[in-house]
């Protein structure tokens, strides 16, 4: 809660700051869809062997996002805002005999750049966001009718590119992005564990 607090602080000063440096500045929204492939560290599996009994590989997820940016005309092409996107993981099979699902989101202060044009949605960007966020690792096993889940909240670092293509009123950007997340839980008569994880991807963008 108290990270969730800082960041809406921060975005309140962001979006004064913007309007302060021109009487020209935007607002963008966007919406996303895509898919990425997630993976854990060694030490991330290791802590799930700690918190469930065994590990896995993770399928395929589907992504879901949405983001504001606010960007002045003096910016040339810089926006900053926030950016909120939950992955969705398919059920895969692990050790144990067992089907895992590994589900995560984060909410972060994110900038795009918009590299050649200088200008808020159009042509090539790059970019990249910082932020806060849960994840979910759960495992079934329909043999012994066992169920067990382990949350952990943490950090997520995020870059990626992509190019924008402009209509009239509303823009269509393609991305891809690289995922890098640091997340802590407390497991049952261990103690705090530390679970490393991220994800390749990359997602369809409607932007307004």
């Known amino acids: 809660m108290k990270n969730n607090l800082?960041?809406?602080?921060?975005?309140?000063?962001?979006?004064n700051f913007a309007f302060s440096q021109s009487n020209k500045t935007r607002i963008f929204g966007e919406v996303g869809l895509g898919a990425g492939q997630a993976f854990i560290n060694s030490s991330g599996k290791a802590s799930l062997e700690t918190a469930l009994g065994g590990t896995f590989e993770p399928a395929?997820?589907?992504n879901l996002m949405m983001a504001f940016y606010v960007s002045p005309e003096k910016w040339k092409g810089l926006g900053i805002g926030s950016r909120i996107q939950g992955t969705f993981g398919s059920p895969t099979d692990g050790t144990n005999n067992s089907s895992y699902v590994f589900n995560y989101y984060n909410l972060s202060l994110a900038a795009k750049y918009f590299v050649l044009s200088?200008?808020?949605?159009?042509?090539?960007?790059?970019?990249?966001?910082?932020?806060?966020?849960?994840?979910?690792?759960?495992?079934l096993n329909e043999s012994t009718n066992e169920y067990q889940h382990q949350y952990a909240?943490?950090?997520?670092?995020?870059?990626?590119?992509?190019?924008?293509?402009?209509?009239?009123k509303n823009a269509l950007s393609i991305e891809v992005q690289y995922e890098n997340a640091n997340r802590s839980g407390t497991v049952d008569r261990i103690?705090?564990?530390?679970?490393?994880?991220?994800?390749?991807?990359?997602?369809?963008i409607l932007s307004f």
Not at 118 to 139: M, P
Request: glycine letters at 20%; charged letters at 10%; hydrophobic letters at 45%.
């Open 6 to 15: 800082i960041a809406i602080a921060l975005l309140i000063f962001i979006s």
């Open 118 to 139: 200088q200008e808020f949605n159009k042509g090539l960007y790059v970019n990249g966001s910082f932020g806060f966020g849960q994840f979910t690792a759960k495992r």
């Open 153 to 168: 909240i943490g950090t997520s670092l995020m870059a990626g590119m992509g190019y924008t293509f402009p209509f009239k």
């Open 60 to 62: 395929i997820g589907n």
């Open 191 to 204: 103690g705090e564990v530390s679970f490393g994880s991220g994800q390749i991807g990359g997602n369809i």
